[in-house]
């Protein structure tokens, strides 16, 4: 996670052992298809790239493919050369797995997509199914078609599960969890998952930086809860962003961000402590 320049401003991390560089901020995508004027999105994007960051997230199922469309439409008139493009595939099987990727690449108007990663490993059996019923198949057929570069996992609920993918025999490239100060004290995923993956020079992406805005409930501010995962051992944030404004007040937050030391870090967990032992500020863990 070493922060060895800036772009316009931004820190800017290696993706693991990819060799691309990121800047530390990247869009979500699932937030970029809630408001109702689709423009408002591609503003947002295409803001973003203008203003030096180079990470897209999406994934096949946000808002049945209206992010997707979205994304698609913001990248045209150069900017797709611009950005590292993300996506995620719901694909369990070979099947689906195929229709899926076609489909959003289609949507997002590619020929390649950077990175394409599992997404929401949240339930038992998913691992299995995936190296068992042709999908990590088709992944590699595609990484070879050069249709997608890069590929890894996302989740969100059990990190056992996640640990289960790890337990795999296949070179992962990336891997996407909740990087928060709740997650801190319940299924940590910072605990259990990323040490293991530091270790391996996977891509690490930290997600829910704001746990969906339940961590304002426990008194940390925006600026707080992204500082503390910008300090952990991630290479990138997706963050979630519905306007120009939330925009702009991340932009400045990763402009002026400094790493928390240690004791900071500690600091800001023992303030949250009483809000987050139970993981009920955590819906995606609980439901």
Same mark, same amino acid.
């Given at each position: 996670m070493e922060t060895v320049e800036r772009i316009n401003g931004i820190p800017a991390r290696v993706l693991g052992k990819t060799g691309v560089r *990121?800047?530390?901020l990247g869009i979500g995508g699932y937030h970029i298809g809630k408001p109702s004027d689709s423009q408002v999105g591609v !503003? /947002?994007?295409?803001?973003?790239?203008? @203003?030096g960051v180079n990470f897209l997230d999406n994934a096949w199922c946000y808002h049945d493919g209206r992010s997707e469309q /979205? %994304?698609?439409?913001?990248?045209? +008139?150069?900017?797709? @050369?611009?950005?590292?493009? %993300?996506?995620k595939n719901h694909g369990r099987d070979g099947v689906a797995f195929r229709e899926q990727l076609d489909e959003s690449l289609r949507r997002l108007r590619t020929d390649q997509i950077d990175l394409l990663q599992f997404h929401e490993i949240i339930h038992e059996g998913e691992p299995d199914r995936i190296f068992s019923e042709g999908a990590i198949e088709e992944a590699v057929k595609a990484r070879e078609a050069d249709k997608i570069r890069f590929i890894g996992f996302t989740g969100h609920?059990?990190?056992?599960?996640l640990g289960q993918m790890l337990d795999k025999d296949f070179p992962w490239d990336t891997i996407q969890f909740p990087t928060n100060l709740l997650d801190g004290h319940y299924r940590s995923f910072a605990n259990e998952i990323l040490p293991q993956v530091a270790e391996r020079g996977m891509g690490i992406i930290g997600m829910k930086s704001l746990a969906g805005g339940q961590i304002l409930k426990a008194g940390v501010s925006p600026q707080e809860a992204i500082n503390y995962a910008l300090s952990l051992s991630i290479d990138t944030l997706v963050s979630g962003i519905d306007? #120009?404004?939330? *925009? !702009?007040? +991340?932009?400045? /937050?990763?402009?002026?961000?400094?790493? #928390?030391? @240690? @004791? !900071?870090?500690?600091h800001l967990l023992e303030r949250v402590a009483s809000f987050a032992r139970d !993981?009920? *500020?955590e819906d995606y863990k609980r439901t």
């Open positions: *990121l800047t530390v !503003g /947002i994007i295409r803001t973003a790239i203008d @203003e /979205i %994304m698609g439409r913001a990248l045209k +008139n150069g900017y797709r @050369e611009k950005v590292f493009l %993300m996506t609920r059990w990190p056992r599960l306007s #120009l404004k939330v *925009l !702009g007040q +991340n932009l400045t /937050i990763v402009r002026n961000w400094k790493p #928390l030391s @240690e @004791e !900071g870090q500690k !993981g009920h *500020l």
